[in-house]
């Protein structure tokens, strides 16, 4: 693979992946693994309560955890990653009245790459479970494993929020992908990026998944391809038929139980798999970590920004007196140029991976030559979906 500033889908080598892919692990290579299944190394959480209570000693697993997920196999598995589970059936029972009452408000249908439909999604379980059950919230996330695992990748001071995906029986499998942030952007939006933004998105989030039911094989726990993380245009190449094609004849599956967790670098190729049981409903709880850092230093109104700057830029235009270019430059330094943090519920990603940012409604405005007042009621209206 050569060196190139940008990737694009002709810059990916599947010789070079396979090569990649084809790494072996072993758990002597690792100091704290129990035990390394199919190239995922498995941390038996009940061994490592003493390790996790001493600060030297807890720095070297956090080294080897940030190791793992970085330059080795990209994804590691908790086994017990909660002894006492009781905190995961109440949270069950908490999601499962959620599910019921959005389902009813026909919301939570949504999935970024699987089929609408064929999964009950509860968007930001992180607040609704929060504001339902306050004490089940404190015992679920206060979870010093896990908060371990979140720092050994992003440091401290992380952002968490979650997604439930529940898959009943004959709930289809997800396609392969790599996820957010540049995961969810279009191939075209993906390739605007330098190949040094293709490194940094792998390093602003964490993946995790806690098992809220025993996850057999056939239930289609999900799918992962070990050290694909390292591939540097892997952003560019997961939409390729052959990349896809690749994960399908060669990734694996752990079986996991109640309890269990399940954490990857969101670089790694993977896809949520078919539910082929005839009576488990797969429930996990999707676990989206974010780094401190992803955070501008001011806070900006940028909607009363782009309120006001769009009858100065459609008088500029008309007049001759802001090109095309210098037009895109002007809105860019004003308007929200990014889909997310956003309400899923009220502002889903149809008809692509991401909502409609600010920037874009700027310029779809302009070319439908929309009025300022008109203009403005369309900012409020993305607003009140953003913010219910």
């Given at each position: 693979m050569k060196d190139t500033a940008y990737f694009d889908v002709t810059s990916c080598d599947l010789a070079e992946f396979a090569r990649l892919t084809g790494q072996s692990l072993s758990a002597s290579d690792l100091r704290f693994a129990s035990a390394v299944e199919q190239n995922v190394p498995v941390y038996e959480?009940?061994?490592?309560?003493?390790?996790?209570?001493?600060?030297?000693?807890?720095?070297?697993?956090?080294?080897?955890?940030?190791?793992?997920?970085?330059?080795?196999?990209?994804?590691?598995?908790?086994k017990g990653a909660y002894a006492d589970t009781a905190p995961v059936d109440a949270a069950t029972a908490v999601f499962n009245r959620i599910i019921a009452r959005e389902s009813e408000a026909g919301l939570g249908a949504g999935d970024h790459f699987a089929k609408a439909g064929s999964n009950a999604r509860i968007w930001n379980s992180l607040q609704k479970h929060c504001?339902?059950?306050?004490?089940?919230?404190?015992?679920?996330?206060?979870?010093?494993?896990i908060a371990a695992v979140c720092e050994a990748w992003l440091g401290p001071f992380y952002q968490m929020t979650a997604q439930v995906n529940l898959v009943r029986p004959g709930g289809q499998a997800?396609?392969?992908h790599r996820d957010y942030h540049l995961g969810f952007q279009t191939a075209d939006v993906a390739a605007r990026f330098p190949a040094h933004v293709h490194d940094l998105s792998a390093v602003m989030t964490l993946q995790g998944a806690v098992a809220h039911c025993d996850m057999p094989i056939e239930s289609g726990p999900t799918k992962l391809l070990p050290f694909s993380q390292l591939f540097g245009p892997g952003y560019m190449a997961y939409r390729r038929e052959d990349f896809r094609e690749f994960f399908e004849e060669n990734y694996i599956q752990l079986s996991l139980a109640k309890g269990d967790a399940v954490f990857f670098n969101p670089a790694l190729f993977h896809a949520a798999g078919e539910n082929r049981s005839a009576d488990i409903e797969?429930?996990?709880?999707?676990?989206?970590?974010?780094?401190?850092?992803?955070?501008?230093?001011?806070?900006v109104d940028r909607t009363a920004m782009s309120r006001r700057l769009y009858p100065a830029i459609q008088a500029l235009r008309a007049a001759g007196r802001l090109g095309d270019e210098a037009l895109a430059a002007a809105v860019a330094a004003a308007a929200e140029g990014y889909s997310?943090?956003?309400?899923?519920?009220?502002?889903?990603?149809?008809?692509?991976?991401?909502?409609?940012?600010?920037?874009?409604?700027?310029?779809?405005?302009?070319?439908?030559?929309l009025s300022p007042k008109a203009f403005a009621q369309a900012l409020a209206d993305q607003d009140a979906r953003r913010h219910p």
């Open positions: 959480v009940a061994s490592l309560q003493a390790t996790l209570g001493d600060p030297a000693h807890r720095a070297e697993l956090l080294a080897e955890w940030g190791f793992v997920l970085g330059q080795s196999a990209g994804v590691l598995a908790l504001l339902e059950d306050p004490e089940g919230f404190a015992l679920y996330y206060g979870n010093p494993a997800q396609s392969a797969r429930m996990a709880n999707l676990l989206q970590v974010s780094s401190a850092f992803g955070r501008a230093m001011e806070t997310f943090p956003t309400n899923l519920d009220s502002d889903p990603p149809l008809g692509g991976l991401a909502p409609e940012t600010q920037n874009a409604l700027f310029h779809r405005a302009l070319s439908e030559d």
